[in-house]
Every structure is written in structure tokens, then in C-alpha cells.
């Protein structure tokens, strides 16, 4: 029992997965991320907290170069993944998103089947060689996400005909069926109801002991429940990043412990 | 919506069992305590009474650890029903084990005082018979509040009168004693001290029952705890 | 937190539910009038709408039906033999056989007036059976033909009898010939099929929409093979992948103002271009449907856009954040969801086209042709192109039947939008 409980208590000294080192993102005139400096581990739930407007997601889609797809917006400073600057000309967005995968805020399957929502990935990144090794990644990737059992006999079923958790739970499948190595999760248990949001929390506990996931929330209840590091942004700073623990029972920035215990917006 | 004991996040549930666990770490090593200060002071075991004054500092880690435990478990999941109460009930049980600990310690501090000197006869017996039955309300405080079982809470809570009993007889008994022979007063001091501290072990069982009580029920015990203690009293019965 | 307030503010006055302050009579009274503008404004749009639609009927339905008279007609070998096919006395044998139903007819005198009563036509009619089966030489069959146009008139009732017969296309000797026929029960006024399968004609009664509606068919499908493809190509690059600068902005006010340029200004385009410099065919559907493909293209390029633009960016994100590329996220996620309102943008478009009249005039497809067109390069005409020859036309028989076109003409309209009407509420996705 003690082990279980040291282990869950502080973040190991696991290795760093992503580290991010004085970036700064510009929306055109707007300095949006002001120099942040940040170490992403592996096997860690790390959460992103923040008021509204603070840079937490548009961090966030830096990791995976979401921001590429719009115009206005420029990205400086270095952030490498196992060591490898994903800013490289040489590197491949395309590639990138299927080792870094992400989930949004509002569940957005395809208008298709359940089986071709997951199957997407995997075949455009041609993962699959037969429909034996693609209905394998299916069943895998949808059993990881805990949805199998709720869908196994209607596969064809259309995807948007879901409950919205169980939708949310197959965007899971579709982002973790390439195979990532990092998960990117911008709220996702916004738009869920309580019950819906603990089942996802609880898939985001086994999860992490494949993946490193980064999760946006603005619940703060959501962040001490679920992450073993957690980092506070305010108006495009990192304030403070630690073990979830330290930033819920005493952290060391005042702003921080504003944020948290209620006093600033 | 199916109603579970479990809830949907595993590692919630891994949380408070272990604070549970912890207490009941604390529990056993009390006893132990308790029965070990008793035994020591029936043979006027000097080395027993020395471990058990050592052991006392690892339930005070113990208490430590757990109120750490709790105060991050509140933090981090944010518990309300009976999740709440379950944690505020472990951290109050912590703190009167450790008060039971703590008194285990110094009754084996005031056997070492007097494992030289004389016994008080009959009254040995007597200690031994209200160690032996604080020692049992406190097992049975802990397995009531395992078992969530608001009966069985009190009628420990009941049982602590005839601990009181127990320690008024003693009391006059150390009385007459110390009344008879001078040169027993040193000895009849340190007794009564020892009583003292069992009966106060008594007590804090239940305490410890009150809080099965409030973790079950959520009401608060009353401050009507049955007090049976007449000592208070005994001075101006004796006209001395 | 709270300071204490001075001045004391009065009472909230208490409105109570029932009563009606007059502010609020107003507007009702206001919404009543908003009401009925609208009300009215709907019905002046139907009143008008019923009113072109009952005069459309009202000259056109006759041409719905075509007299007919029933012979019997013997294939005399003396006049036709297999030999000489397809050539042949075949005016004289149906002559004969009308003649023969006709007692008081004097065969000499008034043979030429009793073979005007029914149509040219039936001779040809005659000489393709006989072609097709020269064993009916010798024998004796049982032929329906039209009668002629002033005949068939006189019949539908749009020649009075009353009229004068010095002003009257028939004249007595005529009638008294048609009721002596119709006691004898050979007239029928069966429903008018040749309308839609025989092709134009200089007779009335013969005259048909096929080579129109043939016509039609080749236009549209050309029009719908360049405009389509072309018009969604062009809607994709500029909404998905052109970068957002002052060269788009250019294009799109220049396609928005392409979409309402008159049609007649793309038919001077195509007459002088396609016609004099490239040196394609007059009249032909080729061309008409190039040039109607040059005005449809806006209006798919506008709608396309507007489908693509409807997509929500969260499917867009969706695809993206698995990993496909911008071309994989348009061409497998965008493209079939706006699919539905791509296509009703086109059928909307084509229907626009099949009305088109002015180019097609333009570029010569109100030529005289008898027959249908086999290719798209051949001469042919257009539906709304046949209707304007008809109407030009001075035969009593063409005013309804240019009446009739017409109602052929709105009904294939009302099909295909209500096809688009169908077709975008059937696929029509809630987001």
C-alpha cells in the first residue's frame, strides 16, 4: 500500500517528454505566450490552468503546430519533442499530429461510423496492411478508450449518434488509434456532464501509464483531481508550474494561490 | 444510473483506503501498546516499558503522515457527503490514537519510575482489569468504525462507565493507602497516575465511537458523554 | 460593501398583468398591420402566379388533346407497290378512304377540298407502315390520323361556326363534311402524345417538342459537364487554399458581378467568339451549353462556397489533429459534407439555364429544325427557343400549342426545383 501511494502522490522523476524552452507566440500585433519555459513528462498527466484568455490552449496547440493553419500567427523560441525541434523545416505537421494526437473541447466525430471515425487515422498514416490489422487498432484503440463494450455490436452505427460522453470517448479512441506518444486534451469534459466527466477522468488515469497527456482545464477541481504536475498561466505567463500536490496545499506564487483559492477572476 | 459503493475514478477510492489503513496501522500499534504497558507493569518488566516508550514516537509519525494524507486528499478531490465525514472522522480517530499512545507511553515511563519499589496490593489486579478493558473498547471502537456500525459505537460509548467505575474504586483505594503508610505515597502517586491515564485511554475510545457516529449518521455526539468520574466530587464526601 | 443610500427610491410601481397599458395596445396593433402587409403581399404573389397560370391553360389545354379521324384504308397495290417504296400513291389511297366515309362528297369535283380536311402528314404516316411491313399491301387497315389545323380548330371550337363564312377558315361545305363525319363516329379527340414525340413542323398538328426537348437535353448536360466541375474546382481553390489577399478579394467581387450580368451579353460573347472566331457550328447544342456554362459558373462557384464556408471548423480541426493533410481534410471530410448544398446550388443553376432564352437565340438555336438533333454538334433547337418560333408563328393552331410548351417548359421548372427543394432537406445536417 505504501508503494501505490507514493507513487500516486508525487510525479516521479520521470523522463521529459516535450520541453519547451522561451517560446513566444505573436496573433499578429498580439504578443498572445510570453516566454515560456516549460518540461512535459512522460507517463505525467500535466495540466494547464488558467483564467480565461490566459494562453493556455494556444500553448497547447503549439505542441502539436495547430497553430500552422492560421495566417496571423507566428510561433518563437524552441520546443522539442525526445529531443527533436518539431519547428524544423524538415519536420512534417502531418507527421507530428500522429505521434502528438489531440481531443477537443466539443466531442467532434466524423459524420461517419464508429469504426471508420477510428479507422481514419490509421489509414491515411497507412498503419494497416489488411482489414485483419485495421479491425485489430479498431477494437485496441476503442478498448483503451473504454468504449468497447458499449459499442462492439453496432460498429457501423453512425458516430454522432452517441451520448455525448460516449462521443468525447471515441474522439479518445480516434487520438490514441495513430499511436501517439503524446495526448493533447483541450477541455475535454467541458461540455459533459458530472457523471460523463469522471468516467473520462478515470480513462485519463490509465491512460497515463502509456502516454504523456497534457490537458487544458479551466476547473481547477479538474486539474487537482487528475494531474500529477500542473503549471498556472496568467495573461500569457507561466506563473508557476509544479507537482499538483505543492500547487493545491501550498504554492509558492501569490497569484497562483489567488487563482486557486477564488480571489482573482 | 446504477448506484456503486465505488466510484467511477478508481484512484479515489485508493486514496481513502489508504488513509483508512493508515489508521488502522496507528490502531494496532496502540494496542499493542496498551497491552505491553500493562504487561510490563504486572512483571515490573523495565526493558518492556522502554520499547514502549521508544514505539510511541513511530505512532506520532503515523499521525503525522495521516493528517498530511487527509489534508491532501481534501485539496485534490474536493470529498462532500460521506466522503467528507469518512476523512474529518479518520483525522479526528487519528489524533485521539495518538493521545491513547501518547498515554501508553506515559504509564510505561511511571512503571519504570516505580519497578523498584513495593506494589500497592489489590490494586494491581484492578489495573490490570481496566487496562484489559480500555484495551478492548479500543479494538472494538475501530472495528465499529470499520464496519460502519453506529449500534455497536454506542454501547462503547456505554461501556465507558464501568471503566469510570473501575478508576473510582481505584481511587479510594490509593487513598486509604497512601492515608495508612506515608512511605507509600510515592508509589500510590505514580499508580494513581497510571490509573488516571487509563481511564483517559477509556475516553478517547470513545471519542473514537462518536465518530463512527458522526461518519455513519452525520450527527455530532452531544456533549453528554456519560461521565461516571466522582472523583472530582471526593473531597467533599470524605470531610477530610 | 454597501453604501447607504440619500435619497430613498419610490415604490416599484406594481403593473398588474391584466390591464393593458397603452404601449403595449400599440404594438399589437403594429404587429396586426405587419400581419397583414404580409398577408397581402403573399396573396397579390399567388393571385398573379394563378392568374399566368389559368391564362396559360386557358389557351394552352386544347392543345393537350388532337382530333382524329378513323379511317379505313385500303393499301391499293395499284397505287403502291413494294418496288417503288418508299414512293408511292399514299395521298391518294387515304384520300380515297376518307372519300369513301364521306357519301355526299362528289369524288371528282371536290377531291382536292376533301383531301385538305385531314392532315399532310397522314400520307408519311401511311408510308411508314407500309415500309415497315409491305405485306399490308392489298389489304384493308384501320388507320387514325389527324386532321388538319383548321379542321381541328373548327372541332376544339376555337373557329366559331357562328362567324361569317366569308371571314371563316372552313367554310359550310367544310362543316357540314366534319359533322357528317362525326355522326359517323370516326372522330376522336384522343390526348395529343405528338406533342412531345414529333419534332417541329410547318403544320400545327404535326408539330411536337421533341427536337426542343432533345435539344434542351444536349444543352444542359453539356452545360452541366463544363460548369460543374469547373464551378466547384474554382470554389475549393478559393475558399480552402488561396491565400486571403487583395488578388481573392478581386476574383470574388469579380465572380459575384459575373453572376448578374444579362444573358444576352454572354450571347453577343458567344456569337462572336465561339460562332465567328472559333468557327463552331450554328445552332448547336454544343455551343448553347458552353455558353450557358460560362452564366451557370458563378452561381455554383457562389453556392459551393457558401456549402464549403457551412462546414463547422470543427471537422476541419478533427481531421487535422489525426493527422491528414489540408487537401485530404477538403477532399475526404469538407467536399462530402457540403455535398448536399453543392448540388442544390447546381440544380438551381441548371434550372436557370433551361429557361435561358436570349442566348440561345443569339447563337442561332431558333433555326427551323424538323428533326431531332442525334448529336450535340448538330443544328437543334432549345425548349424556351421552340416556344418563341411558335409564338412567332401565325397559325390558329401554334397559339396553343405555344401555350402548351410553355406548361411543358414550367413543369420540367417546378420538378427540378423541387427536386433541390427535396434534396436539401433530405440531407439538410443539424449541427
Known amino acids: ?265 | 444510473m446504477a448506484i456503486n459503493d465505488n466510484h467511477i475514478v478508481a484512484s479515489f477510492d485508493r486514496d481513502l483506503e489508504s488513509i483508512q489503513a493508515t489508521m488502522i496501522k496507528m490502531g494496532g500499534l496502540v494496542e499493542q501498546a496498551l497491552s505491553d504497558a500493562a504487561e510490563a507493569l504486572r512483571t515490573r518488566d523495565a526493558e518492556l516499558a522502554e520499547k514502549v516508550r521508544v514505539g510511541d514516537k513511530v505512532v506520532d509519525d503515523l499521525d503525522l503522515l495521516l493528517k498530511s494524507d487527509a489534508a491532501r486528499l481534501l485539496a485534490l478531490r474536493g470529498p462532500t457527503a460521506r466522503d467528507l465525514r469518512l476523512v474529518l472522522a479518520v483525522m479526528e480517530i487519528s489524533s485521539h490514537l495518538e493521545r491513547c499512545g501518547d498515554y501508553a507511553k506515559n504509564i510505561a515511563k511511571r512503571t519504570k519510575a516505580i519497578s523498584g519499589a513495593g506494589a500497592i496490593t489489590g490494586t494491581l489486579s484492578d489495573l490490570a482489569r481496566m487496562s484489559a478493558f480500555v484495551e478492548t473498547m479500543v479494538r472494538d471502537s475501530l472495528d465499529a468504525f470499520i464496519q460502519r456500525d453506529p449500534v455497536k459505537a454506542a454501547e462503547i460509548i456505554e461501556r465507558d462507565a464501568e471503566a469510570d467505575q473501575i478508576y473510582n474504586t481505584l481511587f479510594r483505594s490509593f487513598l486509604t493507602h497512601m492515608m495508612e503508610d506515608h512511605k507509600n505515597i510515592a508509589v500510590g502517586m505514580h499508580l494513581h497516575f497510571i490509573a488516571k491515564n487509563i481511564e483517559r485511554v477509556g475516553d478517547h475510545a470513545t471519542g473514537i465511537a462518536e465518530q463512527t457516529i458522526y461518519a455513519v449518521t452525520g450527527a455530532l455526539p452531544e456533549d453528554d458523554r456519560p461521565k461516571h468520574d466522582r472523583t472530582a466530587f471526593a473531597l467533599q464526601e470524605s470531610d477530610v | 460593501m454597501a453604501d447607504t443610500t440619500t435619497a430613498s427610491t419610490p415604490a416599484p410601481h406594481r403593473i398588474s398583468l391584466i390591464e393593458r397599458s397603452p404601449a403595449i395596445a400599440r404594438r399589437k396593433r403594429k404587429d396586426y398591420v405587419l400581419q397583414a402587409f404580409g398577408l397581402i403581399a403573399i396573396a397579390i404573389a399567388f393571385g398573379v402566379m394563378f392568374l399566368l397560370f389559368a391564362s396559360l391553360i386557358r389557351t394552352g389545354h386544347t392543345a393537350f388533346v388532337q382530333t382524329h379521324v378513323t379511317l379505313d384504308v385500303f393499301v391499293d397495290p395499284a397505287e403502291i407497290s413494294v418496288e417503288t417504296l418508299p414512293r408511292g400513291g399514299f395521298q391518294d389511297v387515304v384520300t380515297n378512304a376518307l372519300i369513301a366515309k364521306l357519301p355526299s362528297a362528289d369524288e371528282a369535283s371536290e377531291r382536292r377540298e376533301v383531301r385538305n380536311i385531314i392532315s399532310n402528314g397522314a400520307q408519311f404516316y401511311l408510308r411508314d407502315l407500309v415500309v415497315a411491313d409491305p405485306s399490308l399491301i392489298g389489304q384493308t387497315i384501320s388507320l387514325t390520323v389527324p386532321l388538319a389545323d383548321a379542321y381541328d380548330q373548327l372541332h376544339k371550337g376555337s373557329i366559331s361556326r357562328e362567324t361569317p363564312e366569308a371571314l371563316r377558315r372552313v367554310n359550310d361545305q367544310g362543316v357540314a363534311w366534319l359533322d357528317e363525319l362525326i355522326a359517323a363516329g370516326a372522330i376522336t379527340k384522343p390526348l395529343n402524345f405528338a406533342l412531345l414525340t414529333n419534332a417541329d413542323s410547318r403544320f400545327p398538328e404535326l408539330a411536337g417538342l421533341r427536337g426542343a426537348l432533345v435539344g434542351s437535353f444536349w444543352v444542359l448536360l453539356i452545360c452541366f459537364i463544363i460548369a460543374f466541375p469547373a464551378g466547384i474546382g474554382a470554389a475549393i481553390y478559393l475558399e480552402e487554399f488561396a491565400p486571403k489577399n487583395k488578388v481573392s478579394d478581386f476574383i470574388e467581387v469579380n465572380i459575384n458581378n459575373l453572376a448578374a450580368v444579362p444573358s444576352v451579353v454572354f450571347g453577343l460573347l458567344a456569337l462572336a467568339v465561339f460562332l465567328n472566331y472559333l468557327g463552331m457550328p450554328r445552332s448547336a447544342p454544343f455551343v448553347g451549353g458552353l455558353t450557358l456554362a460560362l452564366m451557370t459558373m458563378p452561381t455554383i462557384i457562389i453556392a459551393t462556397r457558401a456549402a464549403l464556408k457551412a462546414v463547422p471548423s470543427s471537422i476541419r480541426e478533427a481531421a487535422l489533429g489525426v493527422g491528414a493533410s489540408k487537401q485530404q481534410v477538403v477532399f475526404q471530410h469538407v467536399l462530402p459534407l457540403a455535398m448536399p448544398g453543392i448540388l442544390t446550388g447546381t440544380i438551381i443553376g441548371l434550372a436557370q439555364a433551361l429557361g435561358e432564352t436570349a442566348p440561345l437565340l443569339l447563337i442561332g438555336m431558333n433555326a427551323f429544325i424538323t428533326s431531332a438533333a442525334s448529336s450535340p454538334f448538330d443544328a437543334a433547337t432549345a425548349l424556351p427557343t421552340q416556344i418563341f418560333i411558335w409564338a412567332d408563328s401565325p397559325e390558329r393552331g401554334f397559339v396553343s400549342r405555344t401555350s402548351a410548351a410553355i406548361l411543358v417548359l414550367l413543369t420540367f421548372l417546378i420538378f427540378m426545383n423541387g427536386l433541390a427543394i427535396y434534396l436539401r432537406s433530405k440531407f439538410e445536417r443539424r449541427w
Not at chain 1, 524538415?90 to 461510423?113: E, H, T, W
Open chain 1, 1 to 265: 500500500m505504501d508503494d501505490l501511494r507514493r507513487i500516486e502522490r508525487t510525479a516521479e522523476m520521470s523522463d521529459t517528454k516535450i520541453s519547451a524552452k522561451g517560446v513566444q507566440v505573436f496573433y499578429g500585433d498580439t504578443h498572445a505566450i510570453k516566454d515560456v519555459s516549460v518540461e512535459i513528462g512522460d507517463k505525467t498527466v500535466t495540466a494547464f490552468i488558467g483564467p480565461s484568455g490566459c494562453g493556455k490552449s494556444t500553448f497547447l496547440r503549439c505542441l502539436n503546430r495547430m497553430n500552422d493553419t492560421i495566417d496571423i500567427c507566428r510561433v518563437q523560441g524552441s520546443i522539442t519533442m525526445d529531443g527533436q525541434d518539431i519547428y524544423d523545416p524538415r519536420v512534417d505537421p502531418v507527421q507530428l499530429r500522429a505521434k502528438v494526437g489531440m481531443v477537443f473541447q466539443k466531442p467532434n466525430p466524423f459524420p461517419k461510423s464508429i469504426y471508420d471515425n477510428v479507422a481514419y487515422g490509421p489509414k491515411i498514416h497507412g498503419m494497416a496492411r489488411t482489414k485483419a490489422d485495421m479491425d485489430g487498432i479498431v477494437e485496441a484503440s476503442l478498448r483503451r478508450a473504454a468504449l468497447w463494450n458499449e459499442v462492439k455490436d453496432r460498429l457501423d452505427s453512425a458516430g454522432t449518434g452517441l451520448s455525448g460522453g460516449q462521443q468525447q470517448r471515441l474522439c479518445i479512441a480516434r487520438a490514441v488509434a495513430t499511436a501517439p506518444e503524446v495526448l493533447l486534451m483541450d477541455e475535454p469534459c467541458s461540455a459533459l456532464d458530472p457523471i460523463a466527466t469522471a468516467q473520462i477522468e478515470e480513462l485519463i488515469d490509465e491512460l497515463r501509464q502509456q502516454f504523456s497527456v497534457v490537458i487544458v482545464t479551466h476547473s481547477m477541481q479538474q486539474a487537482a483531481r487528475v494531474s500529477q504536475k500542473t503549471a498556472f498561466f496568467h495573461l500569457g505567463n507561466l506563473v508557476e508550474f509544479n507537482d499538483t500536490d505543492q500547487i493545491f496545499t501550498n504554492p509558492q506564487d501569490s497569484r497562483t494561490e489567488s487563482y486557486i483559492t477564488g480571489r482573482i477572476g
